[in-house]
């Protein structure tokens, strides 16, 4: 891939929380990347953001031309707290509602895929009725898809439920509007132990865009580190994660998800992993001049 031809986007998280949308989208731009990935969490005050009034989707769509980045994509993981497997009939009913509004402030403001959690259940038990009533729910989530044209890619998650490609393409199975992707994160692949070189394969047609960030292997005696493990020191093997991708002619996006509120100087730590993964781009000659 060419440099022209890349896009790399960096996750929100990464970014000062207490910026505006302009501020926000212009030290990403400062940074070197071409794009910001939103964040809808189970936090209120973003779970807040899927209510904006109209003044406030035209000035985001404002700042985002503006800025000469875009924000094509949205991490909604809203769904821990509201969960579409769960066994409370209103919180499905919620999970449901979100979905719809996440949908619709997507379609407003330009954003093109909607990555999902990959979860039935998080803070409760999950087992056979929590993953039919997932099916359940998702079904809805597959029309509404299909009705507003926005796609839903599924996360590879920090749990059980859905932690390979070869899962979601069980999924997928199920589930086939062309509207449903997969939006693999290589670390939470790799934590899981999954034959990466043979699930970016198997997955390649429903890839919608990869999260790039590392993480420490769950063992028989240990429950894995999936957040905040700094680039380089855990289990991902990124240059055979590119070598892959170059393998396979991958051309989408690729987002850093990193999280630098802890950090003193968050724009040291996002320059320096942005350069470690250009580094390891140009060692898989994924990136070339």
Not at 129 to 137: M, W, Y
Not at 167 to 189: C, H, M, Q
Not at 258 to 270: C, F, L, S, V, Y
């Amino acid at each position: 891939m060419r440099q022209q031809d890349l896009r790399l986007g960096i996750y929100e998280k990464a970014l000062p929380h207490d910026l505006s949308w302009s501020e926000r989208l212009a030290m990403a731009k400062r940074l070197g990347f071409d794009f910001v990935e939103m964040s809808i969490d189970e936090t209120d005050e973003r779970l807040a953001r899927l209510d904006w009034d109209l003044s406030q989707r035209m000035q985001f769509v404002s700042d985002t031309l503006h800025s000469g980045l875009s924000v094509p994509t949205m991490c909604l993981s809203g769904h821990r707290r509201f969960p579409l497997g769960s066994k409370d009939p209103s919180v499905r009913r919620h999970a449901l509602s979100i979905m719809e509004k996440a949908i619709k402030l997507a379609l407003d403001v330009g954003i093109r895929v909607i990555q999902i959690a990959g979860y039935d259940e998080y803070y409760q038990s999950s087992d056979e009725e929590t993953d039919r009533l997932f099916r359940q729910s998702f079904a809805q989530c597959e029309r509404m898809a299909r009705t507003y044209q926005v796609p839903l890619s599924f996360e590879i998650m920090d749990t059980a439920y859905l932690n390979s490609i070869d899962t979601f393409l069980a999924l997928k199975r199920e589930f086939t509007s062309s509207w449903i992707g997969v939006y693999p994160d290589v670390g939470n692949l790799s934590a899981w132990g999954n034959d990466l070189d043979r699930q970016l394969r198997e997955g390649h047609d429903w890839i919608s865009a990869i999260h790039l960030k590392d993480t420490i292997a769950v063992t028989d005696d240990h429950p894995g580190v999936f957040k905040e493990v700094p680039f380089g020191t855990g289990c991902v093997d990124f240059t055979g994660v590119f070598r892959t991708l170059r393998d396979i002619g991958y051309t989408g996006p690729l987002v850093i998800e990193m999280w630098t509120g802890k950090e003193r100087d968050p724009q040291h730590a996002i320059a320096s992993a942005r350069s470690f993964i250009v580094e390891h781009m140009r060692e898989a000659r994924f990136l070339e001049d």
